[in-house]
């Protein structure tokens, strides 16, 4: 579908610049649970971005487009919602068809790399985007903020929530080997290319240099074992450990080690996860 807001949707999908927790079902069924944990603070966020009836959006690395869906029916048919992704074989059909079945015909998606994406200056009024810069190079995050504060029209909004302390993961009562699978998490998003997994700490700054008048938010999350949200964290650590001990970057007795002690923990009603803290950034074109 064309746009004349649009200047490139140029999609690359190379092996090594792939998503690093893939395309799979298991992986679009995750980010459903994690939308689905993390919905109250969601809400609390765009309503805080004030996003409008009428306005358009961009939704930056929508995945399957569960905050797109959000974000159109705030804006209604009046307004549009711009979703971006690389992914333009598994997460943008999955967002079309849902977007279909909910009636929703005001989301245009785009399959394109964020690292060379652009629209024109001043053509949308805000722009979403929830735990993606973290899978750009570091490097590449800085260009993309320069891009966002340009395509805001003036009293636009950028909204970026992205994490800020991974290292702060944990289970009560404390685990043994939580700490080194924290570790093996960021190294294995940090990867090559140098990508940044507590990038929510730099976008205050960079939201700034960019001109955008800047206010800030932390918020937490933990889920109680044997309660629905538990599926949150044992979706990410079953479903994506094994690749990380096969790539080198996990120990495989500390994993089986961390599993069997997970096992016990699902099962004690009195076991916590506590998530990383966020980092809310709210930037304004004054
Ligand atoms: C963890 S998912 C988050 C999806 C969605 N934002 C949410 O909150 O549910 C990260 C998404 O970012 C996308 N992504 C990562 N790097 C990208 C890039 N360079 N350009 C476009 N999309 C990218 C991935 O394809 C994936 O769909």
């Keep these: 579908m064309g746009d004349k807001t649009e200047i490139d949707t140029f999609a690359s999908t190379s092996e090594t610049e792939e998503y690093r927790f893939g395309y799979t079902h298991e992986e679009m069924e995750r980010l459903r649970y994690q939308h689905h944990v993390w919905a109250q603070e969601n809400q609390r966020f765009i309503s805080r971005a004030g996003f409008s009836t009428g306005a358009t959006l961009v939704d930056l690395g929508c995945g399957p487009g569960y905050t797109t869906i959000d974000l159109a029916q705030i804006v209604g048919l009046a307004g549009k919602v711009i ?11 999955l967002l079309k068809e849902r977007a279909e079945t909910a009636g929703l015909f005001n989301i245009e998606t785009r399959a394109a790399n964020l690292e060379t994406f652009d629209l024109q200056e001043g053509s949308v009024d805000g722009v979403y985007g929830r735990w993606v810069l973290m899978y750009l190079p570091e490097a590449k995050v800085k260009s993309l903020i320069g891009r966002i504060a340009k395509w805001l029209r003036p009293g636009g909004v950028c909204a970026l ?24 998490l960021i190294q294995a998003v940090t990867g090559e290319r140098g990508c940044n997994p507590e990038i929510g700490n730099d976008l ?10 800047v206010e800030i938010n932390v918020t937490t999350k933990a889920v109680r074992a044997t309660t629905q949200e538990w599926l949150w964290p044992d979706a990410l650590f079953r479903n994506h450990l094994p690749a990380l001990v096969k790539e080198g970057f996990l120990d495989h007795s500390i994993y089986d080690d961390f599993l069997a002690e997970w ?21 304004k074109r004054l």
Excluded: T, W
């Design 161 to 184: 929530i992205e994490f800020c302390n991974y290292r702060h993961i944990h289970i009560h009562p404390q685990s043994k080997y939580l700490p080194e699978i924290a570790e093996a």
């Design 204 to 213: 205050p700054g960079l939201l700034c240099s960019a001109g955008l008048d």
């Design 263 to 283: 096992e016990v923990r699902s099962k004690e009603p009195d076991s916590i996860f506590f998530g990383s803290p966020m980092m809310e950034v709210i930037g």
């Design 83 to 93: 979703a971006v992704d690389r992914d333009g074989e598994n997460s943008l059909p």
